[in-house]
């Protein structure tokens, strides 16, 4: 299931709420797609030759220790 925002138009202004929940959002979403980048730019994944079972496994434990170097 994918969560998506809330969107604005000429016509149809964000209420307070919708700004709120956009905001959760993002707050959200924020570390896990830089944690995604982060590996993007390691380039494991394009190297990544493995069973996609493993693969999830590896891809977790690399956003931990991305997580955890970008804390640090």
Not at 22 to 33: D, F, H, K
Not at 41 to 53: F, S, V
């Amino acid at each position: 299931m994918t969560v998506t925002g809330f969107h604005a138009s000429r016509t149809h202004k964000l209420t307070p709420g919708e700004k709120s929940a956009n905001r959760v959002l993002a707050v959200g979403r924020a570390p896990l797609e830089h944690g995604f980048a982060h590996l993007k730019n390691w380039r494991i994944l394009t190297k990544l030759r493995t069973d996609p079972a493993h693969a999830t496994h590896l891809r977790r434990a690399l956003l931990v220790l991305t997580n955890l170097e970008i804390n640090r």
